[in-house]
């Protein structure tokens, strides 16, 4: 079945430490985001990435990075340089130029320890 | 700068009752408004809406979308405790770098029994 996957579902993190999400798809999809969402909030945009190897900002950048070595893949990494890393994350994809709404994954929680 | 506003923030309803939920944008290049449906996990997909007063209907949920007053409503009628979740709002728009995804901050349903 294609799907976007995301892992792990929870992660903890410890003060100081840089931790990473992994979002993977096989969907054939050129285009993946990361989005962040608080407690009973709408999501906002990390980061995004139309192509292999190029990405760009989003709304709230600040504190994590991406990488987008292969199609499939959009890893993000909360740094330790983001204060309040506690939220709901979730990635999305979407095959440019069609008509069809963004794909979701499942999320993964992240909380300090 | 683009934005989608949704009202209310949140609601709490009883089983069978009719809601409104209302989305208002403000999108440069405006193609199309999306609704989704958050439990606990992934944003589900409801309904894209491109043209004027043209009505989507699934079930008991339904939209509309005004481009010249620039607002959606989803009803949801004959409320079940099922319809709890939090409904997106998101109006995609281009940039010179890529297509991306604005949200409201979504809409908190309660349906008690």
């Known amino acids: 079945d294609g799907g976007i996957t995301q892992s792990p579902k929870y992660l903890f993190r410890k003060e100081g430490q840089n931790v990473t999400l992994s979002c993977e798809q096989n969907?054939?999809?050129?285009?993946m985001y990361w989005y962040r969402q608080d407690p009973g909030q709408g999501l906002r945009l990390i980061y995004y990435?139309?192509?292999?190897?190029?990405?760009q900002k989003g709304d709230i950048a600040e504190g994590y990075s991406v990488s987008r070595e292969k199609k499939e893949s959009f890893p993000l990494t909360v740094t330790s340089a983001q204060k309040n890393p506690t939220a709901f994350y979730l990635c999305?994809?979407?095959?440019?130029?069609?008509?069809?709404?963004?794909?979701f994954g499942d999320g993964t929680r992240l909380s300090i320890l | 700068e683009d934005k989608v506003v949704q009202s209310p923030l949140s609601l709490v309803v009883h089983e069978g009752d009719t809601v409104t939920l209302n989305c208002s944008y403000e999108?440069?290049?405006?193609?199309?408004l999306l609704w989704y449906k958050q439990e606990k996990k992934a944003p589900t997909f409801l309904f894209m809406l491109?043209?004027?007063?043209i009505e989507k209907k699934s079930g008991r949920l339904s939209s509309i979308l005004d481009k010249k007053e620039l607002f959606s409503i989803l009803n949801i009628t004959a409320t079940q405790t099922g319809d709890s979740a939090i409904y997106l709002c998101?109006?995609?728009?281009?940039?010179?770098?890529?297509?991306?995804?604005?949200f409201g901050e979504g809409t908190q349903l309660t349906v008690n029994p």
């Open positions: 990435s139309q192509i292999v190897n190029d990405f």
């Open positions: 999108v440069t290049n405006f193609r199309s």
């Open positions: 969907l054939n999809h050129d285009a």
């Open positions: 998101a109006a995609p728009f281009w940039e010179t770098s890529g297509s991306r995804l604005t």
């Open positions: 999305a994809s979407i095959s440019l130029g069609s008509n069809q709404p963004q794909h």
């Open positions: 491109t043209s004027s007063g």
